[in-house]
């Protein structure tokens, strides 16, 4: 579970707890935290970069580092598009059979697209169920 709080009136800052993790968020444009689309962005980049190391040391793939870049835009019809690339690097001492070549590339992209955030922001259908309740105290 996630938790937001807005505990300055004044301010879109939100403060967020995240099992034992405290982070904030504000609104686009702010330099005081990351926004909403910020966190999307993130989890989607760090999501593709753990599918990536997974799917390398499953097939012994010598990858040596890896970092997923992701913008975010949305179109005049209101359809998001999220763009990824991905950069990879290799130790220059390898065999040439241990080599990245293009077919491994590509099986790759093929897999990142089904990482689970992918996977759920390529949800055709998302149900929200939201209860709004008038409270004492927070």
């Given amino acids: 579970m996630v938790i937001a709080k807005q505990t300055n009136q004044n301010s ?17 444009g702010s330099d005081i935290a990351p926004s909403p689309y910020d966190y999307i962005k993130t989890a989607l980049a760090s999501c593709t970069a753990i599918t990536i190391r997974m799917y390398a040391q499953r097939k ?33 001492k390898i065999a040439d059979s241990e080599k990245i070549t293009d077919d491994i590339l ?27 309740k008038l409270v004492d105290s927070i």
């Fill in 60 to 92: 012994n793939l010598s990858i040596q580092g890896i970092e997923v870049r992701v913008n975010h835009s949305r179109n005049s019809d209101g359809t998001e598009n999220f763009d990824r690339e991905v950069l990879l690097t290799q130790s220059q």
């Fill in 106 to 132: 590509q099986r790759i992209t093929d897999i990142v697209n089904r990482c689970p955030v992918a996977k759920t922001l390529h949800t055709a259908t998302t149900t929200f169920n939201t209860i709004t």
């Fill in 12 to 28: 879109y800052e939100i403060d967020l707890t995240c099992r034992n993790f405290l982070l904030k968020s504000d609104k686009h």
